[in-house]
């Protein structure tokens, strides 16, 4: 079975602070597809990023970065100098690279950046 | 490109009818379309995957009968919830994958903005 786990259910910053959202997942599939989408207010889902399980290069993209650790079994989400537009719902998921399968969520960080 | 469209964003109903909930892919065919629901403040809870012209499959807990899903084409599905409560009141979410459609298949499939439904 697939499972995704985000221990932290809210966190809030002060406006410019560094925040790191945890995410830590398991599955016996030896290929996955992990991901991180952000919800804001308004519900839609925003997609943020797609990892593969064989590629454990880190990635930034602006003020976002993503730390892949297979050994822990970890995708963690790093927001440098947070803004007040960052706050959302934060939703890591997990999926098989085979198959019409769906998308296994975590229970979401909820995120509040305050200004 | 992979655009899904979801009718309608928020939907206020009475207690004992039935409200339905399209999704449409636009510019893709959506073999299969997976339907969610996010109650508030938690997690996106899969309810049913449904591929085009066949029944859908539900999860575990999931009333079929209450919540029917059609796809009868590549680009529609439909979500209804029959004799609706209150406690179906919750925000619903479709997502759609097609194989064949790069965008799609690489990006975690394409969800619909969601439906609020609230039954009063």
């Known amino acids: 079975a697939q499972k995704v786990t985000q221990a932290q259910t809210e966190i809030s910053v002060v406006e410019k602070e560094d925040v790191t959202l945890d995410c830590v997942y398991e599955t016996r599939d030896t290929t996955y597809y992990l991901f991180w989408y952000k919800q804001p207010p308004s519900g839609e889902l925003v997609f943020l990023i797609r990892?593969?399980?064989?590629?454990?290069q880190n990635e930034i993209s602006g003020r976002y970065s993503w730390n892949f650790q297979k050994s822990t079994s970890s995708f963690n989400f790093t927001i440098t100098a947070s803004q007040v537009v960052d706050s959302a719902v934060y939703f890591c998921?997990?999926?098989?690279?085979?198959?019409?399968?769906?998308?296994?969520f975590g229970k979401g960080t909820r995120l509040s950046v305050i200004a | 490109g992979a655009v899904v469209s979801q009718h309608p964003s928020w939907v206020i109903c009475k207690s004992g009818t039935s409200v339905k909930i399209e999704c449409r892919s636009l510019?893709?065919?959506?073999?299969?379309m997976f339907w969610y629901r996010q109650f508030p403040k938690q997690s996106l809870m899969l309810m049913a995957t449904?591929?085009?012209?066949?029944?859908?499959?539900?999860e575990q807990g999931v009333e079929k009968d209450k919540f029917l899903i059609n796809h009868a084409s590549l680009t529609l599905s439909t979500l209804t919830v029959t004799s609706a409560h209150p406690e179906d009141s919750s925000f619903y979410i479709c997502?759609?994958?097609?194989?064949?459609?790069?965008?799609?298949?690489?990006?975690?499939?394409?969800f619909g903005s969601g439906t609020r439904l609230t039954v009063v």
């Open positions: 997502s759609a994958n097609d194989p064949g459609h790069t965008a799609v298949r690489n990006y975690g499939y394409t």
């Open positions: 990892r593969n399980s064989f590629d454990e």
């Open positions: 510019d893709f065919q959506a073999t299969t």
């Open positions: 998921a997990l999926r098989r690279v085979s198959g019409n399968t769906p998308l296994v």
């Open positions: 449904s591929n085009e012209g066949s029944k859908a499959t539900y």
